[in-house]
């Protein structure tokens, strides 16, 4: 550090001596680009995508800045249903197989998920078997920030019953209120069970919809368990998926290996355009660093001045004789340099500090990033 043009180097040691102490605290904001941690149904829009990406996701926005995406959303499916083909390779068998290799351990990738058949009343749970069709949500970086904060998100959906009749509803959230996570490559792992705001109605170990993962800002659901509290109409379950259309608001599917595209993850964005308590609730999460610098200055240091007009003549003596044997000088300012000496922080005293040989200072510099 520099003080008054005098440099004086700082302890940053671990031990109970050192003149830096650094903490890490978790700020949280609302998560969308409008300051808002909701988004309501009313507001809910499909982003206008290009043909190609709509093969694989859609965006969701908000209706008064329809171009700004907050969340994308994709399906997969291991059977290849609900896309077109390239070769002999549906676009939804690779959606499914990428966030298989992103989220899951080298040793579970080819097994693939299995959420549903977790809970003892989950749809696939007599089976056993893997989920063969999910939903991905995935949020946009530059609004999740560090992560997306667990324990405060909501995903509120409604929709049709099988005879194409608005009234299945339900509310989703995680379960990190009440589990330790599950460590995984891709971080911390949560289930995603029915409640809200981190508040469990029904145990993962009962009914599991999904899995969290915060730092990935994903989170994934299991097409079964949605279709199974919100089926849409069955006579349309195979139909290719109209925006906002109500007999396709519903999570029923047909069966297939691929060759059409039925854009599939737009039930999704219907469904949150269902009755009016559909909505998305998230806030973000940040590592805000806070360091703070005890800048001390011992009676014995910056005592004097480096402005030119503090001494005079070849000699450098003091301008002002009263200076002479204990100079009385006023910090003004402190300059915090890294090992390489370059320059990272300027900090201005509100009031000039005053220093001579008969006093000494410590002064607190506060850095958050």
Known sequence: MAISGYRIPLNTS???????????????TAYF????????AANVVSSSLTDTNENYFFGISHS?????????????????????????????EAIYKQFANRLLAPTEITGGFFISSTGTSGVLHTAGTKDTDLFFLSAVRGNMKDRLNKGSWTIALSGSNTAGNYHPFIQLTDDSVNNNPTATPAGDRYNVVSGSAGTVTTAASVRNYGFFYPDQGLVVLSQQELSASIPGKGSDKDDVVIFDEQTHHGFGIGTGTGGTNKKIALRFIN????VGTS???????????????????????????????????SRNEFRQKTMRGNPNVYITGVQLYNEAGD?????????????NFSSEATIKVKLTY
């Open 14 to 28: 671990d031990d109970l001596r050192s003149d830096v102490i650094k903490q890490t605290e978790k700020v949280t």
């Open 33 to 40: 680009s409008n300051g808002s941690a909701n988004l309501l």
């Open 64 to 92: 008064d800045t329809p171009s700004t995406v907050e969340f994308h959303v994709a399906f997969g499916s291991t059977t290849g249903y609900g896309a077109t083909k390239d070769d002999t390779k549906s676009k939804s």
């Open 271 to 274: 469904c949150l355009k269902g």
């Open 279 to 313: 909505k998305l609730t998230f806030r973000d999460e940040e590592d805000r660093v806070s360091a703070q610098y005890f800048c001390r200055v011992k009676n014995g240091e910056a005592n004097f001045s480096t402005n030119p007009t503090f001494v005079s003549g």
């Open 343 to 355: 320059l990272v922080a300027v900090g201005n005293l509100s009031t000039p500090l005053k220093k």
